[in-house]
């Protein structure tokens, strides 16, 4: 009797270790989903292979929210959106005033906030969503403008050999002499990075 119970508590520790060991799941970015199991991000060769994977379907958005280094894309969709305040504002402004026209037409929960800073919030929030979609834009357009990023992409996958440096890692290709490619780790993922060239020392 007591080897049968002291067998099902180490069952149960067990099985409580592997529901620890699962992990979370990655929330979306920029309002686009995680796709884990169609783009794995286990190693910087992974990152690579799925940011390859992710510009042939035209999944561009996917490559920005997810695959490319996260803070070479907030730096940019923070730049667009300021850029954009302005001109949303004016045009929340606009259809806040339509909507206390016609106060009927549009569900409460659906109107934009009367109150200034919930106002304010609103308009941010909808220059940063308009500002990814510029970026995503940028992104596509420089790809489709150079055909010949996404053949270079494969060599890589083919024939380079990618060093790990612990959160870093880069990735050569003996014919590429002046070029290299460069990953980072974030939060158990692998990002690619938008540099060729090694990142300048500063002198001390």
């Known amino acids: 009797m007591r080897n049968c119970l002291t067998l099902t508590i180490l069952l149960a520790a067990t099985s409580s270790v592997f529901a620890q060991a699962e992990p979370e799941p990655i929330p979306p970015r920029y309002g686009v989903p995680a796709a884990p199991d169609i783009y794995p991000q286990l190693s910087a060769r992974d990152a690579l292979s799925s940011a390859t ?27 667009r959106a300021a ?22 037409a549009i569900p409460a929960e659906n109107r934009l906030p009367d109150d200034p800073k919930l106002f304010d ?49 880069s990735a050569n290709v003996r014919e590429f002499k002046d070029r290299q490619l460069f990953f980072r780790r974030m939060e158990n993922r692998w990002f690619v990075e938008n540099r060729q060239q090694p990142e300048a020392v500063e002198k001390k």
């Open 121 to 169: 919030v609103s308009v941010k929030a909808e220059a940063r969503n308009r500002a990814f979609k510029l970026v995503v834009k940028d992104i596509r357009d420089t790809l489709e403008e150079h055909p010949d990023h996404v053949d270079d992409f494969k060599k890589f996958l083919r024939v380079g050999q990618f060093v790990d440096a612990g959160d870093t890692a």
């Open 83 to 104: 850029q954009l305040v302005a001109a949303v504002d004016a045009d929340y402004r606009a259809e806040r005033t339509s909507q206390r026209q016609n106060p009927v």
């Open 53 to 79: 994977k992710a510009i042939e379907k035209g999944k561009f958005d996917y490559l920005a929210a997810h695959l490319l280094d996260p803070k070479f894309v907030e730096d940019r969709v923070n730049e």
